[in-house]
Structure formats: structure tokens, C-alpha cells
């Protein structure tokens, strides 16, 4: 039997109690500043750290900010709107007003044990901010009056004991894939560049195409253009140097038939036009349709095959970036399609697109190979850590 296991023996053998959050940890508010005013006042290494929403964090002297909105106890920060969250803080901070923090005054809670169980509430709290509207958020209500299992204090302490040894653990090996994927990727970038760059042959990417179109987006709005449809409709947020299988959404026949909306065919090489993706860029598996913001090409199979021109233009993409114009740095199918990549025979194509496909599974696809790895280690540590959580509730 485990130290744990003995602990929940002797001590709380019919359960634990469950308290709301609210009642067991003062709340405590943020101040008021602005994301222009966290820049200005930003200064990398002062002592108190201020967080904003999402990852967004400044450094601030303790005469930045009134002594009352300085909170010196280990705390749970809420992000509450758009990335919601937990996160625990043990020195000096504050965070902006429309976010809220926890501690405990208390002798029978221990605040970083409140914080590994807030974190497996993560999943649930997001699912409700995400039916609050368009932009995910969270109410001050949904975190006070979530229950709280509340073993006694030794409990707490080896759960934390625990937990920390095991975050360490885990964060240490996702250090060291991390940086073997890094590494991997960095050496898939040298292969790629020395295979594509050793043909002098150049054509533009209009010279080795038959066809190209960009897509439509049908009037949002318009049940019948998007209501029960079945055709496979690819928006520019899903073209990231991959294959595409599927898409998450999807017009109707009547759409293609009464918008700008096209069929285009399987494997034809895909460009993101607009904003921040334009450059990217992907491969269809599937026949499908596309919004307005890709620039679709069929290319010639007589001149090319479509995995070896997919690899050149992801290998060129400061190149395509420098073709970008615009407030938004967009780019237009012309630019694209001036393209210029080195074009070496159909066999030697072959050759440099069965290489690179192995470096691409090891270093991209998430089923095989180190990101898949990753993504299972820190499944495993939520596992673990949701197990270690889940205490029977006295009296039930």
C-alpha cells in the first residue's frame, strides 16, 4: 500500500467532504490597465509579473501599480475569456480586472493541491465558455461554486508531493523529445533545401500547371448553402503544410451551384492567399470545394508530381512571403503562380519525395513519431493526475 493509499485509510476512510471554492479561498481582483499601458511599463525581469489573457504576460516595478492590487500569495489565476484556464503563481503579481485569482487563509487547505484539481476541471469550464457566444468566457459564479473534494491537509500535501515530482518528471522528457523534434526538424529543413536546390532547371509554377482557380465563400446567412451539406468546404485556418483528409465544414449542392464555389480535384497543390497563413500551403486527398482565400493548382503530371512541387513551395516560403503586399499582406494568384522551382526529371521528382516523405512522417504526422509521443506522455501525467484527484464524497 502506498503512503497515499495509508493516508486515505486512517484519515478519511468513508469519504472526503466537498466544499464550494468560494468558500474555502478568498478571491481576489485585478487592476485596471490597458494592453497598450502592460507595454509601456513592461520591463523584462522587475519583480511582479501581470498576466492578461491568453499567454500574454508584462513585468511591472512595485511603484507601477497601487500596493492594493499587488498580490504577494501563492495564488490560482483564472484566465477566464478566450484561453481559459489555470495557472498557479507563487511570487508577487496582479492580473488584469476582467480576471480573478484564489489563496486560502485557511489551515486545512493547501493551495497548490486546490490548483491540480482546478486543472481537471479545465475541459468542463471550456465547454460551457464556448456555448457563452462567439468568444469563449467564463463568469466569476462558474469557478465560485465548483466543488471542491477537501481530504485532510496531509492528503493534500502528498497529492502535491506527488503531482510536482510527476510535472517535473514529465515536463523533463517532453524537454528531451521536444528537443529532438527540434533538432529533427531543423535536419528535414537542411535535407530538403540541399535535394530541391541541386536542379538548375527553374519553371514557374503557371508553367507546370493545367488549371487554377481560388474558391468562394456562399453568404453566410444562407440556410441552404450550409444547412445538412455534405461537400467538403476548406477554410485557409486548415491549410498548414499537410495533406488534406477532411475538413470541418461543408456546403451543399445548391451552394456550388449558385456561388463562385468550385469542385476542385484530388492532389492539386493548395496556397493560403490571405493574412497571417498566406504562404502555407497543402495537399487535397480529397475532391472537395474552398473559400475565396486559397489559390488552388492542378499541376501537369506530364512536368510534375504534385508531393515533389508541394515540398518546393514549402521550401520557398520567404520566398512567397516576399511577394505579400498589403495592409494585410495578402498575396494574389498571379505572384504565386510566378513561382519559380527547380524541375528535374519525373525519376529524380520520385526519388526526393520518397526521402522527404520519411522525414515528414517522423517530424509532422501526429500518429507516428515524435509529436505522438509527446502528446502521449502528457496524456498520461492528466491521467495520473485526474485519478490522484477523485475522492468519494462523505455522506453519499
Same mark, same amino acid.
Given at each position: 500500500?502506498?503512503? $497515499?493509499?495509508?493516508?486515505?485509510?486512517?484519515?478519511?476512510?468513508?469519504?472526503?467532504?466537498?466544499?464550494?471554492?468560494?468558500?474555502?479561498? %478568498?478571491?481576489?481582483?485585478?487592476?485596471?490597465? !490597458?494592453?497598450?499601458?502592460?507595454?509601456? &511599463?513592461?520591463?523584462?525581469?522587475?519583480? @511582479? /509579473? @501581470?498576466?492578461?489573457?491568453?499567454?500574454?504576460?508584462?513585468?511591472?516595478?512595485?511603484?507601477?501599480?497601487?500596493?492594493?492590487?499587488?498580490?504577494?500569495?501563492?495564488?490560482?489565476? %483564472?484566465?477566464?475569456?478566450?484561453?481559459?484556464?489555470?495557472?498557479?503563481?507563487?511570487?508577487?503579481?496582479?492580473?488584469?480586472?476582467?480576471?480573478?485569482?484564489?489563496?486560502?487563509?485557511?489551515?486545512?487547505?493547501?493551495?497548490?493541491?486546490?490548483?491540480?484539481?482546478? #486543472?481537471?476541471?479545465?475541459?468542463?469550464?471550456? =465547454?460551457?465558455?464556448?456555448?457563452?457566444?462567439?468568444?469563449?468566457?467564463?463568469?466569476?459564479?462558474? !469557478?465560485?461554486?465548483?466543488?471542491?473534494? $477537501?481530504?485532510?491537509?496531509?492528503?493534500?500535501?502528498?497529492?502535491?508531493? @506527488?503531482?510536482?515530482?510527476?510535472?517535473?518528471?514529465?515536463? +523533463?522528457?517532453?524537454?528531451?523529445?521536444?528537443?529532438?523534434?527540434?533538432?529533427? /526538424?531543423?535536419?528535414?529543413?537542411?535535407?530538403?533545401?540541399?535535394? $530541391?536546390?541541386?536542379?538548375?532547371?527553374?519553371?514557374?509554377?503557371?508553367?507546370?500547371?493545367?488549371?487554377?482557380?481560388?474558391?468562394?465563400?456562399?453568404?453566410?446567412?444562407?440556410?441552404?448553402?450550409?444547412?445538412?451539406?455534405?461537400?467538403?468546404?476548406?477554410?485557409?485556418? =486548415?491549410?498548414?503544410?499537410?495533406?488534406?483528409?477532411?475538413? +470541418?465544414?461543408?456546403? !451543399?449542392? !445548391?451552394?456550388?451551384?449558385?456561388?463562385?464555389?468550385?469542385?476542385?480535384? +484530388?492532389?492539386?497543390?493548395?496556397?493560403?492567399?490571405?493574412?497571417?497563413?498566406?504562404?502555407?500551403?497543402?495537399?487535397?486527398?480529397?475532391?472537395?470545394?474552398?473559400?475565396?482565400?486559397?489559390?488552388?493548382? =492542378?499541376?501537369?503530371?506530364?512536368?510534375?508530381?504534385?508531393?515533389?512541387?508541394?515540398?518546393?513551395?514549402?521550401?520557398?516560403? =520567404?520566398?512567397?512571403?516576399?511577394?505579400?503586399?498589403?495592409?494585410?499582406?495578402? &498575396?494574389?494568384?498571379?505572384?504565386?503562380?510566378?513561382?519559380?522551382?527547380?524541375?528535374?526529371? &519525373?525519376?529524380?521528382?520520385?526519388?526526393?519525395?520518397?526521402?522527404?516523405?520519411?522525414?515528414?512522417?517522423?517530424?509532422?504526422?501526429?500518429?507516428?513519431? $515524435?509529436?505522438?509521443?509527446?502528446?502521449?506522455?502528457?496524456?498520461?501525467?492528466?491521467?495520473?493526475?485526474?485519478?490522484?484527484?477523485?475522492? #468519494? +464524497?462523505?455522506? %453519499?
Amino acid at each position: 500500500m502506498s503512503k $497515499l493509499e495509508q493516508l486515505i485509510a486512517e484519515l478519511c476512510p468513508v469519504g472526503v467532504k466537498h466544499m464550494a471554492l468560494g468558500g474555502i479561498a %478568498v478571491r481576489t481582483k485585478g487592476t485596471p490597465i !490597458t494592453a497598450t499601458r502592460m507595454k509601456e &511599463l513592461d520591463k523584462p525581469n522587475a519583480p @511582479i /509579473k @501581470i498576466f492578461a489573457g491568453g499567454k500574454t504576460v508584462a513585468y511591472f516595478d512595485f511603484n507601477d501599480l497601487p500596493e492594493k492590487d499587488i498580490n504577494t500569495y501563492p495564488s490560482v489565476i %483564472v484566465k477566464s475569456r478566450g484561453v481559459i484556464e489555470f495557472e498557479y503563481y507563487d511570487k508577487p503579481f496582479s492580473h488584469k480586472n476582467e480576471m480573478w485569482s484564489y489563496h486560502s487563509e485557511r489551515d486545512d487547505v493547501d493551495i497548490k493541491y486546490l490548483y491540480y484539481f482546478l #486543472k481537471t476541471q479545465e475541459d468542463r469550464l471550456r =465547454e460551457k465558455a464556448t456555448s457563452m457566444g462567439a468568444f469563449p468566457q467564463i463568469s466569476i459564479p462558474d !469557478t465560485e461554486k465548483l466543488p471542491i473534494p $477537501l481530504p485532510p491537509l496531509p492528503i493534500q500535501h502528498e497529492i502535491v508531493r @506527488i503531482l510536482d515530482n510527476f510535472t517535473e518528471l514529465t515536463a +523533463e522528457l517532453t524537454a528531451e523529445l521536444t528537443a529532438e523534434l527540434t533538432a529533427r /526538424k531543423k535536419q528535414y529543413k537542411h535535407y530538403r533545401s540541399e535535394l $530541391l536546390g541541386k536542379c538548375q532547371n527553374m519553371k514557374s509554377l503557371k508553367d507546370i500547371s493545367v488549371n487554377s482557380c481560388s474558391g468562394a465563400t456562399p453568404k453566410k446567412g444562407v440556410s441552404k448553402y450550409y444547412q445538412n451539406g455534405t461537400i467538403p468546404w476548406l477554410r485557409t485556418q =486548415e491549410v498548414v503544410y499537410n495533406e488534406i483528409h477532411e475538413t +470541418e465544414c461543408f456546403i !451543399t449542392e !445548391t451552394a456550388v451551384k449558385e456561388t463562385s464555389a468550385k469542385w476542385i480535384p +484530388e492532389n492539386c497543390l493548395i496556397v493560403a492567399i490571405s493574412g497571417a497563413s498566406a504562404g502555407r500551403c497543402a495537399i487535397n486527398k480529397i475532391p472537395l470545394t474552398t473559400n475565396q482565400h486559397c489559390l488552388n493548382i =492542378e499541376i501537369d503530371s506530364k512536368q510534375a508530381l504534385y508531393k515533389y512541387v508541394f515540398y518546393c513551395v514549402s521550401n520557398q516560403i =520567404e520566398d512567397l512571403l516576399d511577394k505579400k503586399e498589403g495592409a494585410r499582406g495578402d &498575396l494574389n494568384s498571379t505572384r504565386i503562380l510566378s513561382l519559380n522551382i527547380p524541375l528535374p526529371s &519525373l525519376p529524380e521528382q520520385a526519388r526526393i519525395v520518397a526521402i522527404l516523405d520519411k522525414f515528414d512522417t517522423l517530424t509532422t504526422d501526429i500518429t507516428d513519431g $515524435l509529436p505522438a509521443e509527446i502528446e502521449a506522455r502528457n496524456k498520461q501525467y492528466e491521467y495520473y493526475r485526474d485519478k490522484l484527484l477523485k475522492f #468519494k +464524497e462523505a455522506g %453519499v
